[in-house]
């Protein structure tokens, strides 16, 4: 059997999954209990934050046949399909490889038909942002009319290029970078799951690397994973490519301060073709150290 990585293994399946987006889940929750379900939704914030996992569990909510449901059974024909991305009735598009005008047109011919065995025939358009001007103009009467049965679910990470007129058709909601302590605490959860001893310290380390993001941060777990086993240490974070430990940031900037020419050579860590983001590192180091200074522990 091939390897599932984490990020995939570990997608949530229910809105109570979902880590730091509450905003966003009882927006969705509470549309589906008071029956104020919207025809679009547009699902914007920076990468690895939830978006296009949103949108699948309220396609899987609307799809429910139990539902329209704010947690889905997970075990009727719908849920297990749309699980497996086999649910016909469930249309996800990438519109980086679907820019043109001619693509929306196939689409919104499409969609006048009625779904094939689901309640809702839904469209997942990621990275909408990347259609063309002609496209989105295609899209804007369906989008603003769509047929009872259907309904669009837009994701982003550049809001400012999708047009107003786009904006004006949507109900938008904004997904925020997941504070470090929320994803240590899902490393934490599944590093128990996986049957991995970490030492203490690894999950923050993990955590801080992603910035913000829950996939990159199961993604550096499986760079780790394959690169040390299941007893991951702080020390072996320090040896993940393209990054560096907070430790080597600190080294160097400690230098700086006492005046240490010599040692600040020693301390640079080897970085050829990675030098900025060796930089980005001391710099998140100085704006922790000013934070601290200013505001205290």
């Known amino acids: ?86 649910e016909v009735d469930v249309i996800e598009i990438d519109a980086a490889t679907h820019t043109g005008v001619d693509h929306i047109r196939d689409l919104r011919d499409q969609a006048s038909y009625v779904p094939v065995r689901a309640r809702h025939k839904i469209y997942i358009v990621d990275e909408v942002h990347m259609l063309s001007t002609g496209a989105f103009n295609a899209l804007l009467k369906t989008l603003e009319e769509p047929p009872a049965h259907v309904k669009f679910l837009f994701a982003t990470t550049e809001l400012h290029k999708v047009p107003d007129t786009i904006l004006s058709r949507c109900q938008v909601l904004h997904l925020t970078p997941l504070p470090a302590d929320v994803i240590a605490k899902r490393l934490d959860e599944v590093f128990n799951l996986e049957g991995v001893e970490a030492e203490v310290g690894v999950s923050a380390e993990l955590a801080r690397r992603a910035r913000g993001g829950m996939r990159d941060a199961l993604s550096l777990a499986d760079q780790l994973l394959a690169l040390v086993g299941d007893t991951p240490t702080l020390e072996d974070c320090g040896r993940l490519s393209g990054e560096n430990s907070a430790q080597a940031a600190e080294a160097v900037v400690d230098c700086i301060l006492e005046g240490d020419q010599a040692g600040l050579l020693r301390a640079l860590p080897s970085q050829e073709g990675r030098e900025t983001e060796f930089v980005a590192g001391v710099l998140e180091h100085l704006r922790a150290c000013l934070m601290a200074a200013l505001c205290g522990g």
């Open 1 to 86: 059997m091939s390897y599932l990585v984490l990020a995939r293994k570990y997608r949530p399946r229910t809105f109570a999954e979902v880590a730091g987006q509450s905003n966003v889940t009882r927006v969705l929750c509470g549309a589906i209990r008071e029956g104020r379900i919207g025809h679009s939704y547009l699902f914007t914030g920076p990468r690895g934050t939830g978006k296009t996992t949103s949108a699948r569990l309220l396609a899987k909510a609307l799809n429910c046949e139990q539902g329209p449901a704010e947690e889905p059974c997970g075990t009727c024909e719908r849920c297990l399909a749309l699980d497996a991305g086999s």
